[in-house]
Structure formats: C-alpha cells, structure tokens
C-alpha cells in the first residue's frame, strides 16, 4: 500500500483495536470485473448469483428496466467454494473472477490481524514470490498496532478474544498490461465489518462497521495469489464509497457477496 493508505489502515486497526481490547478488559493504558461473472456458475464448487432482488423505487436507471438498482437489490455473488486449507488460509480457488474474488474475501475473513506470528503464516501461504517485501510490510503493520494497543509487539490473540471479520460487498476490478491475459490478475476492494467477542461479552456494543481495504490478486502456478508489484500497485483504481442502498455504489461495480450454505 502507498503512504497514505497504510497510514490510514494504521489509524483505523489502531482505533478498532483499543476499542475492541478494551471492552475486553485486556488494555493497560481496468474494467469491472462483475461484468465477467456472468457464466461462473458452471465451475466446480461454484453456484451461480441467487436472486436476491427487492422491490424498489422506480426510476430512469438503467441498471435493470427503468428501476433504481442498488447493491442489495442486485443479486448477490455466491463465493466459489475452497478445496483445501494451507496454513491457516483457504485454498483451491479456480480460474476465474469469481475465484478471484473468492480467493481475496476468504483471506481477509481468515486472516489474523491481530497475531503477527500466525499472520506471517498465512501470508507465506498466499503471498506471491514476485512480491517483494509484502510478508515483512504487513507483519510490521501488525506489530505496531499491538504496540499502539498496549500489547508486547509480537504474539498472538488475547486469551478469550474472539475477532470475526465479515465482508459484505466487493468492488473488484482487472487489471492488464499489454502483452497479458485478461482476468489474470484482479484488484478488489471489500468492505468488511469486525465484530469482537469474549466469553463475558457475546455481542459487541462497538463495532468497526463499513471499513474498506483493497487487495491485488494474480493466477500463479495455479493459484491465486497475492501481489504488490509496481507494475499492477501503480494501475488501482479507487471506488466510491459503498452504501448498500447507493444507485452510485452498484453502477461503479459494488456487488453484496454470499457463502456458500
């Protein structure tokens, strides 16, 4: 991530951090690439979109007859279902935008924010070879947000600590360089929310709602992977903000997503 992006995903883990650990107790101080969903369905662990629409208002929108399409009356994109598990990672994602995608929202949903030890696991599961410096750039992101949150700089998650994070929409879009395939690498932004829990404390009264992160993804040896190589980091492109009810949102490729049953 450049500068500013990871001084502001800085910002809000910190935030969300000492929020969470302390209501725990525990602190001492290219083109969218919806549009190339369209078949997926027919892959392998895969099902097709299921039909969520609502009514809605009409409108001169031309998203679907005349009607005001928004994120949560669009149908939702049912992830591709993971083969496998790598460290801590799912894995087994096939060829595709949907996998693509898939591939990216399971990580997040998996991924150990807060434990820098089973976080570097995971990431050399997913990680690209050609990704210079990645593992040990979010590693170090890790430990300072413990260190922000009171916490010895490296170790895992505090005893009785449980961090469930959710992605509900994605803004997914390729990326080509001339002389490349198309579909083979993908950026994709999520918004997600986290939730906190301990045993003394089953919901959470506060929680981090709406945050957005972005990831580019390549097909490598047969696998999604993660990359941050200038060529591609130089080529993102940056949404409007999500809203499941903004007509903006779903006409600039945000889509709501859906697990498998």
């Not at 993804?217 to 949404?239: C, H, I, M």
Request: glycine share 12%; aromatic share 8%; hydrophobic share 35%.
């Amino acid at each position: 991530m450049d500068t500013h992006d990871r001084s502001a995903r800085k910002a809000k883990l910190t935030l969300a951090g000492l929020a969470v650990l302390a209501a725990a107790g525990l602190v001492g101080g290219g083109v969218v690439a919806y549009s190339l969903f369209g078949n997926d369905g027919s892959e392998k662990g895969a099902a097709g979109p299921t039909a969520t629409a609502k009514p809605g208002p009409s409108g001169s929108g031309p998203d679907s007859g005349g009607q005001v399409m928004t994120p949560e009356k669009k149908d939702k994109l049912l992830l591709s279902v993971p083969t496998g598990q790598k460290d801590g990672v799912s894995t087994g994602f096939p060829h595709s935008a949907r996998g693509a995608v898939s591939a990216a929202v399971y990580f997040w949903e998996e991924y150990a924010w807060l434990d820098d030890q089973k976080a570097r696991q995971q990431l050399g599961a997913v990680v690209s070879p050609d990704a210079t410096g990645y593992v040990d750039q979010e590693i170090s992101e890790i430990r300072k947000g413990r260190e922000a949150a009171n916490l010895p700089s490296s170790g895992g998650t505090p005893a009785g600590l449980t961090i469930n994070t959710i992605v509900e929409a994605v803004r997914p879009k390729s990326i080509t360089l001339p002389g490349a395939t198309r579909g083979d690498v993908v950026q994709i932004w999520m918004s997600f929310d986290r939730y906190a829990t301990t045993p003394e404390k089953a919901t959470d009264d506060n929680p981090m709602k709406g945050d957005t992160v972005d990831f580019i993804v390549k097909w490598q040896d047969g696998a999604w992977k993660l990359t941050n190589e200038p060529k591609y980091w130089q080529k993102r492109s940056f949404p409007l903000a999500y809203a499941a009810d903004s007509p903006y949102a779903s006409r600039d490729g945000w889509v709501q997503v859906r697990h498998a049953d």
